[in-house]
């Protein structure tokens, strides 16, 4: 399994990306962002029989179950963060702000480049890189729940160098709710779509930013 080396490299890769984005500097968030997912997982996944065979066992039945429950998952999702930014912006007077640095990522990117890159790299790698290679791996060294919680401090750890306590809530609570979810059901493309249709909603249908 890769876990250890893949942990490094995933901290090498996405520290540097939200270092440079929480100084408002950098190349192309979206862009960056999408490389860094397919280059991790690609490292990842490089030779792994047991990730391979993980997607197999997934694709091969129970796919209405899994989309169903993927779509609910990202709409309570959705409404638990809609409840905690109508919640942070009433208790914290910097909330607004930091929810609205979350949102200044787009940077200059059209809405159709950001869905694309959302649909078609960065929900689905997200999910193959932090939860199918990452977590399973840590989980088949460690035991299941702790390869869920190393997994979860580091997807939430990567996050600290934005130094947005908004950006570092948010990966805390949807990297142990998709963690959870990966717990539970094994399910990379259930993971997918819920991560997906998530990111579709909050950034780019129904955003959270004033």
Request: charged share 10%.
């Amino acid at each position: 399994m890769p876990a250890p080396w893949l942990g490094a490299l995933a901290a090498l890769l996405f520290v540097p990306l939200f270092l440079a984005q929480g100084r408002g500097g950098g190349p192309d968030f979206w862009w960056w962002l999408s490389f860094n997912i397919v280059l991790g997982t690609a490292a990842g996944a490089w030779r792994n029989r047991a990730f391979f065979e993980r997607l197999r066992s997934d694709l091969s039945g129970g796919t209405a179950r899994k989309l169903g429950i993927g779509l609910l998952s990202a709409v309570f999702l959705y409404f638990f963060f809609a409840a905690g930014n109508g919640i942070s912006r009433l208790l914290f007077s910097w909330a607004g702000g930091g929810i609205d640095g979350v949102y200044a990522f787009k940077g200059g990117a059209s809405g159709l480049r950001i869905g694309l890159l959302m649909v078609l790299v960065i929900g689905p790698g997200e999910e193959l890189l932090w939860r199918a290679l990452l977590q399973d791996g840590l989980s088949a060294r460690y035991g299941r729940l702790r390869g869920f919680l190393l997994a979860t401090a580091l997807y939430t750890g990567v996050h600290l160098f934005s130094f947005n306590p908004m950006l570092i809530a948010a990966a805390a609570v949807c990297g142990a709710f998709w963690g959870l979810l990966y717990l539970r059901f094994r399910s990379p493309l259930l993971n997918i779509v819920s991560h997906t249709l998530w990111d579709i909603g909050v950034f780019l249908l129904f955003p959270f930013s004033s």
